[in-house]
Nanobody, 120 residues
Framework: VQLVESGGGLVQAGGSLRLSCAAS????????MGWYRQAPGKQRELVAS????????NYADSVKGRFTISRDNAKNMMYLQMNSLKPEDTAVYYC??????????????WGQGTQVTVSS
């Protein structure tokens, strides 16, 4: 299983970026997916998560109202629309997925990360 992020970059404060995460390989069932971020010298933190079907999305308080998580199950894709970006959003953003194989065994997978830099 591979998770590959794209869409990071440098943007001015107040700008927008859209991150994408593509899942490939033996993705029998992709369950919860999420975006995490890690800023220099800080712990990795959950930004947003989304279930595979019915259920609520979940956002960190710091991004509520500015970021929107979504997914396209048919394409094994997940997205993060980031608006009104702030310098404190600068971090490496990671895609995460809980994926089950055909036996029902679940494992956690991470992407390699994509850098988001917001200049003031």
């Amino acid at each position: 299983v591979q998770l590959v992020e794209s869409g990071g970059g440098l943007v001015q404060a107040g700008g927008s970026l859209r991150l994408s995460c593509a899942a490939s390989g033996r993705t029998f069932a992709i369950n919860v997916m999420g975006w995490y971020r890690q800023a220099p010298g800080k712990q990795r933190e959950l930004v947003a998560s989304i279930p595979s079907g019915r259920g609520s999305t979940n956002y960190a308080d710091s991004v509520k109202g500015r970021f929107t998580i979504s997914r396209d199950n048919a394409k094994n894709m997940m997205y993060l629309q980031m608006n009104s970006l702030k310098p404190e959003d600068t971090a490496v953003y990671y895609c995460h997925a809980e994926i089950s194989d055909y036996l029902g065994d679940e494992a956690h997978y991470w992407g390699q990360g994509t850098q988001v830099t917001v200049s003031s």
